[in-house]
């Protein structure tokens, strides 16, 4: 008895480290078109939704790539950034996955794309993400968070958040 209470112990104490590690940044429940920086073509769809607060709806007839939200300046580096969001997808013939570019002064701007986990077809709310590892010393002074659609058909996006974790 005592040994499976140290090792529930054990386990509960290591998840709630690896929960304490990880740090939302910043939370966008992209629930006001008002927000976005593409407003073309994206409207409130205040019916679906993964939070409950409404969800952004993108209808493609063609390729585009929705830029939803600048961050500024978050003073983070030497960590591994994650950009989370929840996709749904309806009659999508291509695919739509998260798009993050990392501004760092006097160097430019690099991105990194979630093609490891894109929607397509018809799905319900997913939930996906993309990395951006940042050594010690790359400070990026903007984020921009973007929805990539690779072909037409109708995204919904919501819930999206900025995480920041340990490297590893």
């Known amino acids: 008895m005592k ?18 590690q990880a740090m939302e940044l910043k939370r966008f429940p992209l629930n006001d078109v008002a927000e976005i920086l593409t407003r073309s073509g994206v409207e409130l769809d205040p019916a679906l ?17 929705v830029h939803l939200v600048e961050t500024g ?9 994650l950009y989370q969001a929840k996709l749904r997808t309806d009659k ?11 501004h760092f002064p006097g160097k430019g701007e690099f991105f990194s ?20 590892l940042l ?16 072909g037409t058909g109708t995204v919904w996006v919501d819930d999206a958040r900025l995480v920041e974790g340990p490297l590893q």
Do not use: H
């Open 3 to 20: 040994r499976l209470l140290v090792g529930m112990l054990v386990v509960g104490l290591g998840a709630a480290s690896a929960a304490a």
């Open 49 to 65: 939704s993964a939070d409950g607060g409404g969800s952004l709806k993108v209808i493609a007839t063609e390729p585009t790539v």
């Open 73 to 81: 300046d978050l003073d983070v580096e030497n960590a591994r950034l």
């Open 92 to 102: 999508l013939q291509g695919q739509a996955y998260l798009e993050m570019w990392c």
């Open 113 to 132: 794309r979630g093609l490891q986990s894109p929607v397509t077809g018809s799905t319900e709310w997913t939930s996906t993400e993309t990395p951006f």
């Open 135 to 150: 050594k010690a010393g790359e400070n990026p002074d903007n984020i921009k968070l973007n929805l990539v659609i690779n």
